[in-house]
């Protein structure tokens, strides 16, 4: 798994995002939002993600849309980034956008290295995955989740039932007293996946005082 490390590396906090290739190329202007909305020092550690829908998904499940089946290899791809998080002097936060936002969520159920998670635009209609979080218990303090407010009008009635998932968890975690918001963003889940995703972590952030 290809890593690119962005910003100051001897900072004390580390952000940790899964990405697409295609992803990449929006990394700079997600860290320059990043930095106009908080005065924090970081480094962003983009993870470079293979197979999308393989090696963020927690269990297999069959395609949604396209041909392309859900795989279970979230279990490997978050061993490859707790072995990069070794440093115990640094904070840790992870966070992502569409499947990588739901491998966020997953992953602070699965280890208490992260401070903090941004599910953007999580893909929490993912089958049996709001089940998870009722039955599993949460290892962090601070969440954040957002929603484009079109994305519960998709024609795939799967896709279509994100708004009350999302809406349901927003409720969990607050059940759970966990510190959470969930922020609703203009658009479809196309749009503006970058500034959006730096609202998350600029939030998430600011949870480290």
Known sequence: MEIYEYGNKSADIVLIQPVEEHYLEKIEGEIEEIKARTDRDFMLAAFK?????KDLSPWKAPAVFGK???GDGAQG???EIVKYCQDKSKT???GGYS????FSLWAVHQTDLFTGAAAVSPSVWFPNFYDYLKENEIKCGNVYLSLGDREENAK?????SVGDKIRST???LREQKVNSILEWNEGNHFRDADIRTAKGFSWIIGTNN
């Not at 993600?49 to 829908?53: A, E, G, H, K, L």
């Not at 795939?156 to 279509?160: F, G, H, I, R």
Request: aromatic share 16%.
């Open 92 to 94: 840790y936060f992870i």
């Open 49 to 53: 993600v293979n197979d999308w829908n």
């Open 170 to 172: 927003e409720m969990l």
């Open 77 to 79: 791809t978050l061993d």
């Open 156 to 160: 795939n009635p799967v896709l279509a």
């Open 68 to 70: 392309d089946d859900f």
């Open 99 to 102: 499947l990588a936002g739901l």
